[in-house]
């Protein structure tokens, strides 16, 4: 069907190739507007030369042009494959759909290549309005692994080379009317079905991400039981150490050795007071933290930190009953800054993790704060796709971070390097 629209005036070819460039600029969000502009009118410009030469294969190429400059823009082919050959999906899909309206209408302007051409180009961008809305949704609800993104490019990818081959086999194989009908019918039902079985995919993924991430909290929960054992054991230790010291103290004043009990104060009770307010009074607010899944992991994380020998110390002087965020998106990204900032603090000494969640003009701020080398990259470095201090593709970068807030409509993500402090702080608005 395209075939017989590019038959009648190569304006159509050049208005089909200008929509799909378009579109792919209007998906991406790329940045650099002016540099693809002038590459993708110099490419279309000479699409109906081209045309004249290789016929229909010139959509095999534009595809495959398309992709290439997707990608110098995004910098993921993944990606780049799913934005090319969705954009190019819809404007067939669009098209097929206006002819098969057209065919049921009887009127002699139905028949006319202007009124399937304008129809065709207002359903495809209605379509693609769509799509844009839908996908703003998903972003919100869904994580978005490259696994997913992958299956995407995959799925698209096989989708355009089998819509290219009917289309050549409808070019070149005769004027059937009754092929021609079938084609019709095969590629509007093929992109439904096709619809279907991505929004299948889309959640059975997302259902398999949010049982693993129960289970992750599920390990989280669990630790933090185990510390709260572990300091239940302590307390009954230091209780009955208690007893002893009292006991001590009592014979030296029996006995009125001022200076022996003087030196045991200092030497055994004044230690002893010492490592109790840099541990266990340190963590004490996290008490008034009530969502248990953060607590967990703020338990785990900052009783690592300590028993690391990092100073460490959390502020949290209100209570704190619920979050009005996506408590996994909250989960993961506090591991992420703590795994980061124990790693960055263990590394020089007299290190040190301050963690704060506190109420702001109705916003809720968790800032963790630590020390970090004096040759700590630079911030637009440390957000660089696949950047981690642990080495290549190792450790959570900010990169990582910021797509997982990203997706997250109401939470936001400040970063910032001072003088050898390193702050990240969370707002849920």
């Not at 098969?100 to 028949?111: A, M, N, R």
């Not at 005769?174 to 021609?180: N, V």
């Not at 030497?267 to 933290?289: M, P, R, V, W, Y």
Request: aromatic letters at 12%; charged letters at 20%; glycine letters at 4%.
């Amino acid at each position: 069907m395209l075939a017989y629209i590019v038959e009648n005036g190569f304006h159509y070819l050049f208005i089909q190739y200008s929509l799909i460039f378009l579109v792919i600029y209007f998906l991406s969000g790329i940045k650099k507007e002016r540099s693809y502009f002038l590459w993708s009118v110099l490419f279309i410009s000479i699409t109906p030369v081209l045309y004249t030469k290789i016929n229909l294969f010139t959509t095999g190429l534009v595809w495959l042009v398309a992709v290439i400059l997707t990608f110098v823009y995004v910098k993921k082919i993944n990606f780049a494959l799913v934005l090319t050959s969705v954009s190019i999906l819809l404007y067939i899909f669009a098209s097929y759909v206006s002819s098969l309206i057209l065919s049921l209408v009887d009127s002699p302007l139905s028949s006319g290549v202007d009124t399937l051409v304008i129809l065709g180009s207002m359903m495809y961008l209605f379509l693609v309005f769509i799509l844009k809305k839908i996908t703003m949704i998903v972003l919100k609800k869904v994580h978005i692994t490259e696994r997913l993104v992958w299956m995407t490019a995959f799925l698209s990818t096989i989708t355009f080379i089998s819509y290219f081959i009917i289309i050549i086999i409808e070019r070149f194989g005769g004027e059937s009317s009754t092929m021609g009908k079938a084609n019709e019918f095969f590629i509007v039902g093929y992109g439904l079905l096709s619809m279907l079985v991505f929004l299948v995919l889309l959640y059975s993924l997302q259902k398999e991400y949010a049982a693993k991430e129960k289970q992750q909290e599920m390990i989280y929960l669990k630790e933090y039981t185990d510390q709260l054992e572990k300091k239940h054991t302590e307390m009954r230790r230091f209780k009955h150490d208690y007893q002893n010291i009292l006991l001590s103290i009592e014979e030296y004043i029996k006995e009125q050795d001022l200076v022996k009990l003087e030196e045991y104060f200092y030497s055994k009770i004044k230690t002893a007071s010492t490592t109790i307010e840099k541990n266990d009074f340190k963590l004490s607010q996290l008490g008034n933290l009530k969502v248990n899944e953060l607590k967990s992991i703020l338990a785990n994380k900052l009783s690592t930190s300590q028993e690391l020998g990092i100073d460490t110390e959390v502020e949290i002087s209100e209570r704190i009953e619920a979050i009005e965020a996506d408590s996994i998106v909250l989960v993961r990204a506090l591991g992420i800054i703590l795994d980061n900032a124990i790693e960055a603090a263990e590394q020089i000494d007299n290190g040190m993790i301050r963690v704060a969640f506190f109420r702001k003009l109705n916003k809720l701020v968790i800032v963790v704060v630590n020390s970090c080398s004096k040759e700590t990259p630079k911030l637009f470095e440390l957000k660089k796709e696949g950047f981690s201090t642990k080495g290549e593709n190792r450790g959570m970068g900010l990169s990582n971070l910021e797509q997982l807030v990203a997706n997250t409509g109401n939470v936001m993500l400040d970063t910032k390097i001072d003088h050898g402090v390193f702050t990240q702080m969370l707002a849920v608005v």
